[in-house]
């Protein structure tokens, strides 16, 4: 599978998982890979979409830890770093950060810190599915044959 057939599934995978309604659930067992994919793929679809911004805004901060913890099963350490990036700005603005979810999305202050980091992301060349690409595979194989 090249990178593109990846992300195209992991799109999918994120739009299926969302219209059956992700619940917080997945996030009380990281052991299950279905679970890890779930977030692997509601992570690279918004990322994809509209970078971390978008991200933190669409999952209203709930999943930043898990999806970190995802990255690191599936081997995403360039990409963890760039959440990891993100996740210190919301920690070290709380109040920007708040307000940023409580918004509509429009552009401020805070989606601009954001933003420039989805602009470093991209700059990397390493996005999640090249950087993760064997791994994510062998997990989207292991949640096809459990």
Excluded: H, W
């Amino acid at each position: 599978m090249d990178p593109q057939a990846l992300l195209n599934q992991l799109i999918k995978k994120s739009l299926s998982d969302r219209e059956v309604g992700l619940t917080a659930v997945i996030l009380e067992d990281m052991s299950n890979p279905e679970n890890i994919y779930s977030l692997i793929a509601v992570f690279a679809y918004d990322i994809n979409e509209g970078g971390f911004a978008q991200f933190i805004y669409n999952s209203n901060g709930i999943y930043l830890a898990e999806v970190a913890e995802a990255l690191e099963a599936v081997g995403a350490d360039s990409t963890g770093v760039f959440l990891e990036r993100a996740i210190n700005a919301c920690l070290d603005d709380d109040k920007s950060y708040k307000k940023f979810l409580a918004g509509n999305f429009a552009d401020c202050f805070f989606k601009k810190k954001l933003d420039k980091i989805s602009a470093d992301y991209a700059k990397s060349e390493t996005p999640l599915q090249t950087e993760s690409l064997s791994q994510i595979v062998a997990l989207i194989d292991q949640c096809n044959v459990d």
